[in-house]
T-cell receptor, first 118, second 111 residues
Framework: GAVVSQHPSWVICKSGTSVKIECRSL??????MFWYRQFPKQSLMLMAT?????????EQGVEKDKFLINHASLTLSTLTVTSAHPEDSSFYIC??????????????FGPGTRLTVL | GNSVTQMEGPVTLSEEAFLTINCTYT??????LFWYVQYPGEGLQLLLK?????DKGSNKGFEATYRKETTSFHLEKGSVQVSDSAVYFC??????????FGAGTTVTVRA
């Protein structure tokens, strides 16, 4: 299957700083990327959907000014957690999909990024 | 709205035992249904899927049948191995391609 990478795999930062997480589709062009958040022993919660070249669509309750998403190319999307606080500590997972009209198409998931805010 | 309810875990089994993880869903239309698996320290992987009623998805000895009449997509495997220890997520997707996940079921298989 297609490969999606995330970088970094884990990050520790101080409260008030910003952290950028990268999501790359390595062997296919991802027209759409999804960002999820996963709390310990819980399911994945969709944060936002981003289509290449356009603004991300955020799910209800997700602060767009806090979680900045950029999808500037067909192989790269970034999530920036701005002014991070301890409650933002979580496991962030991206997925990538190449949509075709006959869809739905499979989402390929990255390995996740563990963010710890001190 | 769409939602997925799956059997709470954790589930602990002996090797070669039969595994069933129940999954039911609520959707406004006719969704596609998925089972994803997350092995320790790894990202989610698609295990199997079904796109319409009565379809059976299968992979690695796992099976699930899309039952529209009972809005269910239960996951089964006849003989589990230690390597099947993982977290299993049931999910659905409608025309917008967004996935709605169940809470996940942790399965531990003991030798």
């Amino acid at each position: 299957g297609a490969v999606v990478s995330q970088h970094p795999s884990w990050v520790i930062c101080k409260s008030g700083t910003s952290v950028k997480i990268e999501c790359r589709s390595l062997d296919f062009q991802a027209t759409t990327m999804f960002w999820y958040r996963q709390f310990p022993k819980q399911s994945l919660m969709l944060m936002a959907t981003s289509n290449e070249g356009s603004k991300a669509t955020y799910e209800q309750g997700v602060e767009k000014d806090k979680f900045l998403i950029n999808h500037a190319s067909l192989t790269l999307s970034t999530l920036t957690v701005t002014s991070a606080h301890p409650e933002d500590s979580s496991f962030y997972i991206c997925s990538a999909s190449s949509l075709v009209p006959s869809g739905p198409n499979e989402q390929f998931f990255g390995p996740g990024t563990r963010l710890t805010v001190l | 709205g769409n939602s997925v309810t799956q059997m709470e875990g954790p589930v602990t089994l002996s090797e070669e035992a039969f595994l069933t993880i129940n999954c039911t869903y609520t959707a406004t239309g006719y969704p596609s249904l998925f089972w994803y698996v997350q092995y320790p320290g790894e990202g989610l992987q698609l295990l199997l899927k079904a796109t319409k009623a009565d379809d059976k998805g299968s992979n690695k000895g796992f099976e699930a049948t899309y039952r529209k009449e009972t809005t269910s997509f239960h996951l089964e495997k006849g003989s589990v191995q230690v390597s099947d220890s993982a977290v299993y997520f049931c999910a659905l997707s409608e025309n917008d391609y967004k996935l709605s996940f169940g809470a996940g079921t942790t399965v531990t298989v003991r030798a």
